[in-house]
């Protein structure tokens, strides 16, 4: 499998789970884990409800493996399945009333995007956590939108088929999410704009909120 794409690796590694091997199993959840625990976090908030999320995606994958006949990639079905089960975890916290002090997003991308500089971490955890908040404010849809394509990079198409809409409704609810997030950002008076030039960072669970004030151009304190 070395020199095939990963979308014919990951076929050929259902095709043998679907057969019966464990092991080919046990590698599909090596390699998306760590994509869906994010995809949880970003949309839950919640590092506890992620686990779970994440936990109980690849459960429901392993059970319903026999019903995926493959007309979309794999990651894109359990995708869907982490999006529905992280938008309902969220629901039924507000539901709850149960509210979160600390969000686990914010600690995340400042230990990897500060560091170690303690002045520089208390500037961009008050970045992120405004910047958060406004995502938070989002319509679901939209948020998702957001979180699929601009911090876990997938492609319009791809998270059209997430979502079940056309990759049209996708770009519609990109746009207006920039738009938002920027209004949103600007307005508070603990912000200040973004250098015109700053290098990219690794596209990691952590750098995503600096590459999403970046490349929208978003007014905020981006680490140096």
């Known amino acids: 499998m070395a020199n095939r794409t990963p979308h014919e690796a990951a076929t050929e590694l259902v095709a043998r789970a679907k057969s019966g091997d464990q092991a080919a ?14 995809l949880a976090l970003h949309l839950t908030g919640n590092e506890s409800e992620a686990d779970d999320v994440t936990q109980e995606v ?30 309902n975890a969220r629901r039924d916290r507000k539901r709850r009333g149960e509210t979160t002090i600390d969000d686990p997003r914010v600690e995340r991308a400042v230990a990897v995007d500060a560091q170690g500089n303690p002045a520089r971490a208390a500037e961009l955890r008050q970045t992120y956590a405004i910047l958060l908040a406004a995502m938070d404010r989002l319509p679901p849809p939209m948020r998702t939108s957001v979180v ?66 970046r490349e929208w151009e978003i007014p905020g304190i981006l680490p140096s």
């Not at 911090?151 to 519609?172: D, N, Y």
């Not at 015109?196 to 596209?203: K, S």
């Open 25 to 38: 199993f046990g590698e599909l959840v090596r390699r998306y884990r760590q994509r869906i625990f994010a």
């Open 58 to 87: 690849f459960l429901r994958a392993y059970r319903a493996l026999d019903s995926f006949e493959g007309r979309s990639a794999f990651f894109t079905w359990l995708y869907r399945m982490a999006v529905n089960r992280s938008l």
């Open 148 to 213: 699929l394509v601009a911090l876990q990079g997938l492609s319009h198409a791809e998270a059209a088929i997430v979502q079940k809409c056309s990759p049209g409704t996708v770009a519609w609810r990109l746009h207006e999410a920039r738009q938002r997030l920027r209004r949103s950002m600007a307005r508070s008076s603990q912000v200040r704009p973004l250098p015109t030039r700053q290098r990219r960072h690794q596209a990691t669970l952590a750098g995503d909120l600096s590459r999403l004030l």
